[in-house]
């Protein structure tokens, strides 16, 4: 059995248009939903990405506005520049970009951003709202792999749910997401000594680790769906996931390629949670 492809790119356009619909109905009350983008410093990636940002804004009708600031620019000015914009009623998210540079404190940047502002979902409010079922921003990577899991039909009430990785960005706050639907939930890291054994049980994979082949196919369950946020280069320098596509394809029931999978979908959820911003702020 081949596995059926979960198409980023096609649910990420769905999600767009669907902006861009709820964007055009805030327009016609006067409203024009608002992103800030801080980027500090040269990172070559980091304004890529902050250039997605912009141009995926723009076209679903939301305003983006990306402020650059230098690598030398003070933590005093940055956490002003915060607080101005959190004060700012026409802006509704601000989205500090990381890395920052090393002089400064990532997480007390990050604290800085009002929680109702916060559509990146890395602030601790939105951590302890996702964990405790409060109304907050969800962080886009995990609420993408959601939004893929819901489009497949998959009901993930007593499945069992595999996270591998457990970062504050992905794999804790996706497990949090898969536990609301009432799935059992196991994260396996570094130190998980038999991760195959774990993986072997698993109806829904979800790898985000950061490592090629991390997820083989003797580590998979037939039918299993399989989500991979890894973001690689092979040894051809081709993107690659944390998965071993080829191989795990012939035995997961679902799949997401990368490219073309989750990342797409990373970017359609910041529109969403802009867009959510921008609602509740007006409601
Ligand atoms: N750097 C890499 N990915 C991200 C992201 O999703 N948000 C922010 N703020 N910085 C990043």
Redesign the pocket.
Known sequence: MTAQLIDGNALAKTIRAEVAGRTAALKARSIQPALSIILVGEDPA?QV?TKHKVNDSTETGLQATLERYPADMSEADLLARIHALNDDPAVHGI?????LPKHMDSQKVIETISPAKDV?G?HIHSAGALMTGAPGFWP??PYGCMKMLESIGCKLRGKHAVVIGRSN?VGKPMAMMLLAQSATVTICHSATGDLKAMTLQADVIVAAVGKRNVLTADMVKPGAVVIDVGMNRNDEGKLCGDVDFEGVREVAGWITPVPGGVGPM?RAMLLVNTLEAAERATA
Do not use: G, K, W
């Open positions: 980091s990405y989205l500090v970009q990381l890395p990146d890395f886009c990577t960005i990373t």
